[in-house]
Each structure stands twice: as structure tokens, then as C-alpha cells.
């Protein structure tokens, strides 16, 4: 299983970034995945996820200004983010949970809100 994130990088306040994750290695349509944010000094925190149920979770920190979507043909996980605050500033890594339970994660990109 390989995650790899593209997308991140400097952007102004209430400015908008495109996050991808191209998967290999997983029978994509039915995992479980999403993104997940750590900023310095804190905890890695789940920001969006597909469930196995077939649902979509948000932080409530990001619901309404950011999206998860993904392209089953190519394998690709989105995270669309709006109206980006300071505060949204963290590097961003794609998770997937594995049959087994294992999780998986990207190397990270790195999101700068600043002016």
C-alpha cells in the first residue's frame, strides 16, 4: 500500500487549496480513508473521512469550508479546502485503515495559511 499527497503549499487567508492522494496497492472503492492535519505542538487530528459505512465525517472546524471526494478510476482521494484560516495551517496526511485494522499513512503536505 502506497499514499501519496500532492497539493499543499502557501496561500492567503480565505484562500483555496486541492489536496490529492493517489492510492496504490488497495482495492480503493471500498476502504475506508481520509485526511487527517497536524499542526506544530498538537495532536494529529482527523479532519475528513469516507466511513465503511458508506458516510462522510468532517471536523467540526472544517464542515462547511472543506470537501473529501475521490475518483475510484484513478484511485484518487480529494480534500477541497475553502476559506482557509491561520488556524488551518498543518501538514496534511492521507489514512487509510486496512482489512486487518493496519493504518496506513502518506509522507504529509505541508498547508501554510499566512498574509
Given at each position: 500500500?502506497?499514499?501519496?499527497?500532492?497539493?499543499?503549499?502557501?496561500?492567503?487567508?480565505?484562500?483555496?487549496?486541492?489536496?490529492?492522494?493517489?492510492?496504490?496497492?488497495?482495492i480503493f472503492s471500498l476502504n475506508d480513508m481520509g485526511?487527517?492535519?497536524?499542526?506544530?505542538?498538537?495532536?494529529?487530528?482527523?479532519?475528513?473521512?469516507?466511513?465503511?459505512?458508506?458516510?462522510?465525517?468532517?471536523?467540526?472546524?472544517?464542515?462547511?469550508?472543506?470537501?473529501?471526494?475521490?475518483?475510484?478510476?484513478?484511485?484518487?482521494?480529494?480534500?477541497?479546502?475553502?476559506?482557509?484560516?491561520?488556524?488551518?495551517?498543518?501538514?496534511?496526511?492521507?489514512?487509510?485503515?486496512?482489512?486487518?485494522?493496519?493504518?496506513?499513512?502518506?509522507?504529509?503536505?505541508?498547508?501554510?495559511?499566512?498574509?
Amino acid at each position: 500500500v502506497q499514499l501519496v499527497e500532492s497539493g499543499g503549499g502557501l496561500v492567503q487567508p480565505g484562500g483555496s487549496l486541492r489536496l490529492s492522494c493517489a492510492a496504490s496497492g488497495i482495492i480503493f472503492s471500498l476502504n475506508d480513508m481520509g485526511w487527517y492535519r497536524q499542526a506544530p505542538g498538537r495532536q494529529r487530528e482527523s479532519v475528513a473521512a469516507f466511513t465503511s459505512d458508506g458516510n462522510t465525517y468532517y471536523a467540526s472546524s472544517v464542515k462547511g469550508r472543506f470537501t473529501i471526494s475521490r475518483d475510484n478510476v484513478k484511485n484518487t482521494l480529494y480534500l477541497q479546502m475553502k476559506s482557509l484560516e491561520p488556524e488551518d495551517t498543518a501538514v496534511y496526511y492521507c489514512h487509510y485503515v486496512g482489512p486487518t485494522g493496519y493504518d496506513y499513512w502518506g509522507q504529509g503536505t505541508q498547508v501554510t495559511v499566512s498574509s
